[in-house]
């Protein structure tokens, strides 16, 4: 079974400051993709970042960077220079690029990061 | 930019009724999604769709919950007789084929069953 963890339920990080919120995921497949997403209060869901299991180098979007880490299954999020603004609710999830289970995504429990001015 | 939009913002429904959520997709996008997301749960997936069939459902997708594509453009969740759990926010989300099939996010249908 395919599962995502993010064992972090809050944190909290001083403004301009850097943040790495964790996700661990496991899975069988050679094959996947995984993702971050973030949800304000208002309850969209806009996606930060992908990073696929077959790239050689960890994707960057802007301020976020995904450190991928294969061989301990781990794909945490690092947000450079934080803002208000970010404070919101994320979520990893993981896509299975696989024969089987082809089109389902795995969403972790969340992190809720609050920025202090 | 293209978005997927979803109607209506909230529904709220009595025990038992049916009701059914709507969403327009991104128009060149292939692929469907339905998730729903408890009050501070996490968010679950329920169904996916491509070429006009279901292509993986979970197991809270059960006999009372439907998904259709009735016309090319609106993609819908039908609830066949609620109940008290089935209160949550409800995502549609689509994509299109690519590398990362990055899916899109609409706004979400606040459902409450009372």
């Known amino acids: 079974a395919q599962k995502i963890t993010q064992t972090q339920p809050g944190m909290f990080v001083q403004e301009k400051e850097a943040v790495t919120l964790d996700c661990t995921y496991d899975t069988s497949d050679q094959s996947y993709g995984l993702f971050w997403y973030k949800q304000p209060s208002s309850g969209e869901m806009i996606f930060l970042i992908y990073?696929?299991?077959?790239?050689?180098q960890n994707a960057t979007e802007g301020r976020y960077s995904l450190n991928f880490q294969k061989a301990r299954k781990s794909a945490n999020l690092v947000i450079s220079a934080s803002q208000l603004g970010d404070s919101a609710m994320y979520f990893c999830a993981m896509r299975d690029l696989g024969r089987n289970n082809f089109n389902k995504f795995y969403f972790g429990s969340g992190t809720k990061l609050n920025v202090k001015p | 930019e293209p978005e997927v939009t979803q109607t209506p913002s909230h529904q709220v429904t009595q025990m038992g009724q049916e009701v059914i959520l709507r969403c327009v997709p991104i128009s060149n996008h292939l692929y469907f999604y339905w998730y729903r997301q408890i009050l501070g749960q996490k968010v679950e997936f329920l169904v996916s769709f491509y070429n006009n069939e279901i292509s993986e459902k979970s197991e809270i997708f059960d006999d009372q919950f439907s998904v259709e594509r009735p016309d090319g453009s609106n993609f819908t969740l039908k609830i066949r007789s609620t109940k008290l759990e089935d209160s949550a926010m409800y995502f549609c989300?689509?994509?299109?084929?690519?590398?990362?099939?990055?899916?899109?996010f609409g706004p979400g249908t606040r459902l409450t069953v009372t």
């Open positions: 989300a689509s994509s299109n084929r690519g590398r990362s099939y990055e899916q899109y």
């Open positions: 990073q696929g299991s077959y790239d050689e």
